[in-house]
């Protein structure tokens, strides 16, 4: 196991950890869960992972940190309800001593549905009928999420609102309807083959919103081509009709995914791929601007950021051999909750009852100014890609990846676009 896996309890560990749907997910179809504040893991796609194992080092800045693999399995409680527990693969246990899994559930949460019951009855000042209704009232508190997630699932734009008493990111967990989607489905498929097999890989990679209080994230399907040399002919006729129905034939990017908070509002608007497959390419370039807009004002001073990393991953891209990033995605993050700081020229005595609503663009021009943003770039998604370095890839490619090159370079003329118009 990787050692920037960090440092945990090997006791501690052993147990398992409870691995949680990963709230700011927003495309893709595969299951990506929270494994701890600075890590989340996905189910291992053998090539994905020797992609991550051997990746270019000039690269890398562009790609999540690869942490490792750990083995996942389900278990169920009496109720039906499951879990996912991940544990160390066999052979690990002596790598374990300088894990860290000070973020991790304590071991008490983490199991306290495998004794839920025995804990509640055993417990005198407990009685039985209390137990009973408690359960009841559970079930359709769960059948009544279950129903707004079935209504939530069929929109492909929706706004939710996610402040309450000021706190932002303790309201998000039951807020993004597609990774709630994507792990429904992956529970499901682990239930189905349990007869079979109980024991999964997952992929460990590097929490790239960790460091966001409300993180706003871009999900963009890249290149003009999404099917890997390996797809059947049904799913290479499949993949090719997305892409001519979509941007992706035109400019070589689509938006795949969104997440954006409003500042104005307190909400976070959602879109999803769906909705992203239909856009034109002037729809293409307004949902840019809605992800660079809070609700209140356009972020322009994310622009330069963006656009650098971007040039820069082109670049770096435009130098890799062979390299073939079918179906790969491309996230732009930064954070939806701004930290003001008041202007050198200000008078304190005359901002001391400034509210927070009060430093808008008409009242902050000359008040406050938002501090420099972090923005990032990063490449995700490798199941598909394909390098003359992997050997047994029956299709080998030379050169750069030009239908991705061409997409990135699209991306940065239509920011570049915005900026420009916003500034007139």
């Known amino acids: 196991m990787s050692p920037a896996f960090g440092a945990m309890e090997v006791e501690h560990y052993s147990k398992g950890v409870l691995l949680q749907p990963f709230v700011h997910q927003v495309g893709g179809h595969s299951c990506v869960l929270r494994f701890n504040d600075k890590i989340i893991c996905k189910p291992l796609i053998q090539r994905e992972h020797q992609f991550?194992?051997?990746?270019?080092?000039?690269?890398?800045?562009?790609?999540?940190?690869?942490?490792?693999?750990?083995?996942?399995?389900?278990?169920?409680?009496?109720?039906?309800n499951l879990c996912l527990i991940a544990y160390p693969l066999n052979g690990d246990h002596d790598n374990l001593e300088n894990l860290d899994n000070s973020d991790c559930e304590p071991?008490?949460?983490?199991?306290?549905?495998?004794?839920?019951?025995?804990?509640?009855?055993?417990?005198?000042?407990?009685?039985?009928?209390?137990?009973?209704?408690?359960?009841?009232?559970?079930k359709m508190k769960s059948h009544k999420l279950e129903e707004e997630f079935e209504w939530l699932k069929k929109s492909e734009v929706l706004y939710y609102s996610v402040e309450k008493k000021g706190n932002v990111s303790s309201?998000?967990?039951?807020?993004?309807?597609?990774?709630?989607?994507?792990?429904?489905?992956?529970?499901?498929?682990?239930?189905?083959?349990?007869?079979?097999?109980?024991?999964?890989?997952?992929?460990l990679l590097e929490n790239l919103t960790s460091r966001y209080e409300v993180p706003c994230v871009l999900d963009l399907k890249m290149g003009t081509r999404q099917h890997g040399d390996d797809a059947s002919e049904e799913k290479k006729a499949n993949q090719i009709r997305k892409c001519q129905?979509?941007?992706?034939?035109?400019?070589?990017?689509?938006?795949?995914?969104?997440?954006?908070?409003?500042?104005?509002?307190?909400?976070?608007?959602?879109?999803n791929k769906y909705h992203g497959r239909k856009l034109s390419v002037q729809g293409f370039k307004e949902a840019l601007?809605?992800?660079?807009?809070?609700?209140?004002?356009?972020?322009?001073?994310?622009?330069?950021?963006?656009?650098?990393?971007?040039?820069?991953?082109?670049?770096?891209?435009?130098?890799?051999?062979?390299?073939?990033?079918?179906?790969?995605?491309?996230?732009?993050?930064?954070?939806?909750k701004e930290r003001?700081?008041?202007?050198?020229?200000?008078?304190?005595?005359?901002?001391?009852?400034?509210?927070?609503?009060?430093?808008?663009?008409?009242?902050?021009?000359?008040?406050?100014?938002?501090?420099?943003?972090?923005?990032?770039?990063?490449?995700?998604?490798?199941?598909?890609?394909?390098?003359?370095?992997?050997?047994?890839?029956?299709?080998?490619?030379?050169?750069?990846?030009?239908?991705?090159?061409f997409g990135l370079q699209n991306l940065i003329d239509i920011i570049k676009e915005i900026r420009d118009e916003s500034s007139e």
């Open 171 to 203: 309201q998000f967990k039951h807020h993004n309807p597609w990774s709630m989607k994507c792990h429904q489905q992956q529970l499901q498929r682990m239930k189905e083959n349990a007869k079979h097999r109980n024991q999964y890989k997952f992929i």
């Open 289 to 336: 601007y809605q992800f660079f807009h809070n609700g209140k004002y356009l972020r322009r001073e994310l622009f330069e950021s963006v656009i650098k990393k971007l040039t820069e991953l082109k670049s770096v891209l435009e130098k890799q051999e062979s390299y073939r990033f079918y179906s790969s995605s491309l996230l732009i993050i930064y954070d939806g």
């Open 107 to 138: 071991k008490s949460k983490l199991l306290r549905w495998t004794n839920k019951k025995t804990m509640l009855l055993e417990n005198d000042k407990i009685p039985k009928e209390w137990v009973r209704q408690h359960r009841k009232e559970e």
């Open 340 to 405: 003001q700081e008041v202007a050198v020229d200000s008078d304190p005595e005359d901002l001391e009852d400034l509210s927070e609503e009060s430093s808008d663009e008409s009242a902050g021009a000359y008040a406050y100014k938002p501090t420099a943003s972090t923005v990032d770039v990063r490449m995700i998604d490798f199941a598909h890609t394909t390098c003359k370095y992997y050997g047994e890839d029956s299709v080998v490619h030379e050169g750069q990846d030009t239908g991705y090159v």
């Open 52 to 80: 991550y194992e051997t990746l270019p080092t000039e690269m890398r800045k562009f790609t999540p940190q690869y942490e490792g693999v750990v083995s996942v399995s389900f278990e169920e409680d009496e109720d039906g």
């Open 245 to 271: 129905q979509s941007t992706s034939a035109v400019i070589g990017v689509r938006v795949c995914g969104m997440q954006v908070y409003q500042a104005g509002t307190g909400q976070l608007m959602f879109m």
